[in-house]
């Protein structure tokens, strides 16, 4: 049976169903079924997922001939590591919003995944089983809706969009392992049976009073805000953050929800320590925050590459630069400077300078100050775009060229 026959039958099976899920939410939801660590037969996932049917001839039960084997393709997929989401599951580049409207097929599908994932005993799972399968729901739920992938990716959020839609596959893989081919389960204590019960469902309503007071202090950046966050940072290290639980959740902060406020308050000491000249200190805070997060969904690499320069740790740079090899603005600046201060007005500081001109045409005339920003700038932004260079000077851009002697004078010349 041809795919275009099998999608338009599972279609036509959908409408006959009492439930009518979107074609990319059963896509979606076959794969989660690969998920699972446990088999599930047809009679079991056919009511969660279309309801009832009301199937009346031959040839609409041949629609449910069509389903099944799209559900056998589906566990082809999972057997052969092709995880990739389908084609139409495309993540705008310009504008990563524009995906996740409710009618487009990226979010339909995640919200497949995550249906088929409640099926899951929450109670039967170890500590690794644990940390995967809340990885994956995080990247699965951040593309849900612009709501929640604005929360969830932050201040550089289309660069992390882009970056979780090309990790998805890791993560996806990472949880199909723990769970299906890993034989350390076993039932944990009530309080980790508590934290099971939650981890796929919506945030508690009693961390909204938390989300208020982070609001607050997360948007001041003098000296002065530094004594409530510590104050807030001592609560969170004498409850559930503590020496321990860093210990043992070391390498996957982010993915747990109860860290991320922390998180997000130790990267804003950072800022601040930085934002007023104390570079040493936030250098210091944000390599250990990329300890406890190496995948650095806070894009807190930025802020340090430039702390870096300005403290002339070349070295560290240069191991930063190998970890996070990406073709990004940040690592290409960086990478033009540290070049520039070694070999000076050469070729090789050159070759990084030409990329610089290639990667945004405003970053030179931005930093010369030959053309002007907004002072109101947006929470996203686009490859190439002058909002992009506002990003780079938020993170010390600007400091990071001034500390190197003659290097923007090199930038503006031709």
Known sequence: MSPTKIRNNVIKLSELSTKQPNYYFIQGYLMGLGVLPQLLVPSEWHPDLFGEFNIQNETELKYLESLMALYNQSMDKIIQNELKMPAKCSLSKQDYRESLK???????????????????????????????INSFTTVLKAFTSPKIAAKEFGEFAQYNAQEYKRNYVYFM???????????????????????????????????????ELLELVLADTELKALEPMQMLLEIMESGLITKQFIKDNTGYF?????????????????????????????????EELLKLNPNDNQANRFLLMNCLIINKQWEKLEALLADFDFQELHTTASRALSAFVMHGDSKPANEYKKMLQQQNKHFSKILTGQEKLKEQQPSYFSPGSKEEVAVYLDSLGKQAWISVPASLFWLRKK
């Open 102 to 132: 409710p009618n487009m097929p990226l979010p339909n599908y995640c919200k497949g995944v995550l249906q088929a994932l409640k099926n899951i005993n929450k109670r039967m799972l170890n500590t690794e089983q644990k940390r995967s």
């Open 173 to 211: 893989a990472d949880a199909i392992f723990e769970l299906r081919f890993s034989n350390e389960r076993a039932v944990f204590d009530e309080n980790e049976a508590e934290f099971n019960n939650h981890f796929l469902d919506e945030e508690p309503k009693e961390l909204d009073e938390l989300d």
């Open 254 to 286: 982010w993915g747990l929800h109860e860290t991320r406020p922390y998180m997000m308050l130790r990267a804003h000491r950072a800022k601040i320590h930085a934002l007023h000249g104390y570079t040493q200190k936030a250098q210091s805070e944000l």
